[in-house]
């Protein structure tokens, strides 16, 4: 039995028990995709010309949706980006045409606001390499709100730039694995809602 001075910081315990039992931290919820760059194609700007096309494409007995793009080349997106957003996409060398020496590739991935130009991630393929290599890089710096006068992040149409070099002379292709852009459900619903007025 519990004494009358001990009651109150029994009490005072099992509340504090109780508090720090539901401050937990609960699992980080699963990434919504909000952005599907496969389906961005038609309107992106593409240089040279003709240099990509949408394929599906098995590496190591893992076939994903992809964009392949010959080397060098631009892919440009214009489009809003979501609050704590991440650029996320799986990337690999194509398969060298018979009879040709394999060379390698840097990818690149960047945000402009047509004034500047944020290089984000770069990342270089080496010939030989199997498999698929995830890319991922924060985009969370274009939206949202920033302690800024002038810098409203959520009213820009950003062009998100997809690069690619050529390390060595040759004919060379590169494949952009289920490209996407994704965020939490809460940031996916204001996205979507923002995007619409947008357009």
Known sequence: MTSASARPRYIHCLVVALLLGGCRASPPAAPVRVVDLLREMDGAEQRPPGAFHLTEYRRDDVSRPAIAAAVPS???VRLP?????????FVALAEAPAGTVPVGARLRVGVSDDRTYDPLAELVLVPGAHGWTELRTDLSAYAGWKWSVFYRPDRTVWRVVLAVDAVATGPAAVLWGEPEIETDTESAREYVSRRQRMR
């Open 74 to 76: 631009r892919l440009t």
């Open 81 to 89: 980006l979501p609050r704590r957003g991440v650029f996320h996409a």
